[in-house]
């Protein structure tokens, strides 16, 4: 158990996908949601050359943060980040996805599929982008992640209120989760995390730049599964009614 402890990385991401775990006993209807944004999200591991050494400094199962850029904890992390992400607006109002079967949405006729890849491929493209004029991803990865929920909610109006309640209560979560961290390892943030070359400022114990990359993948997360699917977020009521 000891051994796993030094592990911090690691910890913090087995810790992510709790909320996950619990959703998908309690929430049966959710799991197809879950498990399509889990596989949307697997990309985004091989990103985290990208974040570390600069950003932050975690220690990694046999070193592969140094050896090959990113490590299994990576691929915990995102999608157990996805599986609350995604889910955390609908947890939190007990709202479900309802279908809009005459709805034709704003993909041109593009399947799901082809349109949730255009998504990645959209991220991926301005992430090289903000790498190649050489700006921190910790500030390029929310600017493209606002960016890209200010254009899915001005195409689906109705998706623009639950995208940001589903920023702020993933930020919630995701600070709860960070906090059970610090408690199992006191000023990880201050240690591991490089803040001084950043803003330095804190929000509690948490970085700023952590609570708005929390935020801006909440918020996104709350948006693409229905606007690529054409789904609409309504309460169990107006379903009955």
């Known amino acids: 158990m000891n051994d796993l402890f030094e592990y911090n990385f690691l910890v913090l991401s087995i810790l992510f996908w709790v909320p996950g775990i619990l959703t998908l006993m309690i929430r049966a209807d959710l799991r197809r949601l879950i498990f399509i944004m889990c596989l949307a999200s697997i990309p985004f591991a091989f990103t985290e050359f990208l974040f570390y050494p600069n950003y932050w400094e975690p220690k990694?199962?046999?070193?592969?943060?140094?050896?090959?850029?990113?490590?299994?904890?990576?691929?915990?992390f995102v999608t157990g980040f996805a599986s609350f992400g995604t889910t955390a607006y609908l947890v939190f109002t007990g709202k479900v996805l309802q279908s809009n079967a005459e709805w034709k949405g704003f993909g041109f006729g593009i399947?799901?599929?082809?349109?949730?890849?255009?998504?990645?491929?959209?991220?991926?493209?301005?992430?090289w982008v903000f790498f190649a004029l050489q700006i921190q991803m910790i500030y390029g990865a929310p600017i493209i992640?606002?960016?890209?929920?200010?254009?899915?909610?001005?195409?689906?109006?109705?998706?623009?209120?639950?995208?940001?309640?589903?920023?702020?209560?993933?930020?919630?979560?995701?600070?709860?989760?960070?906090?059970v961290l610090e408690l199992f390892y006191p000023k990880i943030f201050e240690l591991a995390w490089h803040t001084e070359q950043f803003t330095g400022i804190f929000i509690g114990f948490l970085p700023l730049e952590e609570v708005v990359y929390a935020f801006a993948s909440g918020q996104i997360a709350t948006l693409v599964y229905p606007f690529c699917f054409d789904y609409s977020y309504v309460s169990r009521r107006e379903i009955l009614s």
């Open 60 to 76: 990694f199962l046999w070193d592969l943060g140094n050896r090959i850029g990113f490590g299994i904890e990576d691929f915990l």
């Open 111 to 127: 399947k799901p599929f082809y349109l949730l890849l255009s998504l990645l491929v959209f991220c991926f493209f301005f992430v």
């Open 145 to 179: 992640l606002v960016f890209l929920s200010f254009l899915l909610s001005a195409l689906r109006k109705d998706l623009a209120f639950p995208g940001i309640w589903g920023g702020f209560l993933t930020t919630l979560v995701y600070f709860l989760l960070c906090f």
